[in-house]
């Protein structure tokens, strides 16, 4: 049974207890008694393995590691049927449980849309779930091939007009409702933010595959581990992921998180909630580091990839960046689009704008 806490302060249950506190309670129950059994873990194996398609590859860059002078590897989560995204691995995971558990609809948030909208849709669709994704307007408008893609697979999709429009409106959208629909609905929440319990911990714990493979996997081609591992963040899914595996190994980790339009630290500028928010912000349900102005006022953010556009970071995130174990870094867009194209020209490897991930041993 989790504590509740990161640290402490970082996490906690920050919902209304008329409306939310018996749906998270519930969901924890279910997942305590679900998740451990062994039913549960095969059922999950074989529909990463035979349906996703994990293990997915750590790939040697060659050309990329010749400029930079060290090994650089790539942990491949674009080759996880998605389309490209790490996200089927956590809506696989909660949709079994919501199926275990004898929910009859999923309900999903999303920014980008290719990865938390699109995955849970084609969770959705082999586990034979109805889905309603709700997403920001203007992410809808940004990410409108991800839209049709969802709708092909069955999912309906939800317009966020309220607030920015974006991932932060859509979360608040699909926590509403969840709350009036908790009885035969689970919410799939896309990353390690929300209540915690269950969210933040339930999402690593599905994403932790990656890390754990990735890890075996630089043992096996250098016999060692790393020095330095390297992963995007935004609300720190793939991120943690990818971490916590290493959390006990003399490994230096590195998080970059969405330094925007001019990296700069001005308001609205960024999406580096862990490098410029305060660490005593609450948001959707968790306490962490926030973009907040002096009134406590939630701040609007910017970056040109959708799935890191957002105000907060998971809660273990936060007590990461306190204990000094992870190194929190942020990059604008103008240098994240050259290391975009240059992956691209180098080594034919079209990464995704949101969910980059460099992953280099020297």
């Not at 942990?75 to 909660?94: C, M, P, V």
């Not at 998971?314 to 103008?334: I, N, Q």
Request: hydrophobic share 35%; glycine share 12%.
């Amino acid at each position: 049974m989790s504590t509740g806490r990161f640290g402490p302060p970082y996490g906690g249950q920050f919902v209304p207890p008329e409306t939310l506190m018996a749906a998270v309670t519930a969901l924890e129950e279910g997942r305590n008694a679900v998740c451990p059994t062994p039913e549960f873990r095969d059922e999950l194996a074989f529909y990463l393995k035979e349906y996703a398609g994990r293990e997915t590859p750590l790939t040697f860059c060659r050309n990329v590691s010749d400029d930079m002078g060290c090994n650089v590897y790539l942990k491949r989560e674009d080759l996880l049927h998605s389309g490209g995204a790490h996200k089927l691995n956590n809506t696989l995971g909660q949709g079994l449980l919501a199926r275990h558990m004898g929910k009859k609809r999923l309900i999903a948030e999303t920014g980008a849309g290719q990865h938390g909208g699109v995955a849970t849709a084609i969770a959705g669709a082999v586990l034979n779930l109805p889905v309603e994704v709700y997403m920001g307007e203007t992410d809808c408008q940004r990410q409108r091939l991800n839209v049709f893609r969802m709708e092909l697979m069955g999912a309906k999709v939800i317009p966020v007009t309220g607030g920015t429009a974006t991932l932060k409106d859509a979360v608040n959208e699909a926590m509403r409702e969840w709350a009036a629909s908790s009885e035969d609905s689970a919410y799939i929440l896309g990353s390690v933010v929300g209540p915690h319990p269950p969210y933040p911990e339930m999402v690593r714990d599905f994403q932790t595959v990656i890390g754990t493979e990735a890890r075996q996997q630089i043992l096996d081609r250098e016999e060692r581990l790393p020095d330095e591992v390297i992963a995007c963040v935004g609300g720190g899914s793939n991120a943690i992921g990818m971490f916590y595996p290493f959390l006990q190994d003399d490994v230096r980790l590195v998080g970059v998180e969405a330094g925007g339009g001019r990296g700069g630290n001005a308001p609205g500028e960024h999406g580096a909630s862990l490098k410029s928010g305060r660490p005593g912000g609450i948001l959707h349900g968790a306490l962490s580091y926030l973009l907040q102005d002096a009134d406590g006022q939630v701040i609007e953010t910017h970056s040109v990839a959708a799935g890191l556009d957002y105000p907060s970071v998971g809660p273990e995130h936060s007590m990461l960046k306190d204990a000094g174990r992870v190194h929190y870094e942020s990059v604008p867009d103008a240098d994240v689009l050259n290391a975009f194209r240059y992956l691209s020209r180098r080594e034919g490897i079209v990464p995704a704008l949101s969910r980059h991930m460099r992953w280099p041993t020297s």
